[in-house]
């Protein structure tokens, strides 16, 4: 079945520099790589995602990148708000599965 | 439009008890799964449901059980709780099986003594 690894479990930036966080699966069927963010005693909140046909997506200060070859995809995030602290998570779906499988999080800290 | 309502917030069980988490969506979705998440495991699928009347085991299926006799309800039962059920659960729903754009409820603090 499909395995996803994150990495890394935490990362401490300084407001204003850009972070990034890897994850990497292990079924080449994998057809959909979304992101979710989860805040302090709340559900994990859809942020962005992309599909197997594309390489690169955006929506402001967000963007995920996914390299099908290597089979790793990457969420990065620019100019950093303290706002952006929260535990992210990234999932892949294998193709013809009803089913998300998570990677294991990173806790993102943003220090003012 | 309330979303995923998962009820109760907070539950301590003892050993052996059993109990329903209950999780409700109005959205119309067809799709509906529950996760535990654990510290450093993430996020694993227990049982999910592609439509009323249609469940599947995931991951982690033993000591739980669903159904989904209606669209908007999927309730998970604990049929004798043990420790190791001790976990923060979340309910999910999607519109279609294959959007995967998940809606969470705001999860269930579970404690099994």
């Known amino acids: 079945g499909e395995n996803v690894e994150q990495h890394p479990s935490t990362l401490s930036v300084q407001e204003g520099d850009s972070a990034v966080i890897k994850c990497t699966y292990s079924?080449?069927?994998?057809?959909?790589f979304p992101w979710y963010k989860q805040e302090l005693g709340k559900g994990p909140q859809l942020i962005i995602d992309?599909?197997?046909?594309?390489g690169e997506k955006k929506d402001q200060r967000i963007a995920v990148t996914l390299n099908k070859t290597a089979k790793h995809f990457s969420l990065h995030i620019t100019e950093t708000q303290p706002e952006d602290s929260a535990v992210y998570f990234c999932?892949?779906?294998?193709?013809?599965?009803?089913?998300?499988?998570f990677g294991q999080g990173t806790r993102l800290t943003i220090n003012p | 439009n309330a979303g995923v309502t998962q009820t109760p917030k907070f539950q301590v069980l003892k050993t052996g008890q059993s109990m329903t988490l209950q999780c409700a969506q109005d959205?119309?979705?067809?799709?509906m799964s529950w996760y535990r998440q654990d510290p450093g495991m993430g996020l694993r699928l227990i049982h999910y449901?592609?439509?009323?009347?249609?469940?599947d085991q995931g991951e982690v299926p033993n000591g739980y059980n669903v159904s989904r006799s209606t669209t908007e309800d999927f309730p998970l039962r604990l049929l004798s709780a043990a420790p190791s059920q001790t976990s923060v659960y979340f309910c999910?729903?999607?519109?279609?099986?294959?959007?995967?754009?998940?809606?969470f409820g705001s999860g269930t603090r579970l404690t099994v003594v």
């Open positions: 449901s592609v439509g009323a009347g249609i469940t």
């Open positions: 959205m119309n979705h067809e799709y």
């Open positions: 079924d080449s069927a994998s057809n959909y």
């Open positions: 992309i599909r197997s046909n594309v």
């Open positions: 999932a892949a779906s294998p193709q013809g599965a009803q089913k998300l499988v």
């Open positions: 999910a729903s999607s519109y279609e099986r294959w959007n995967y754009g998940y809606t």
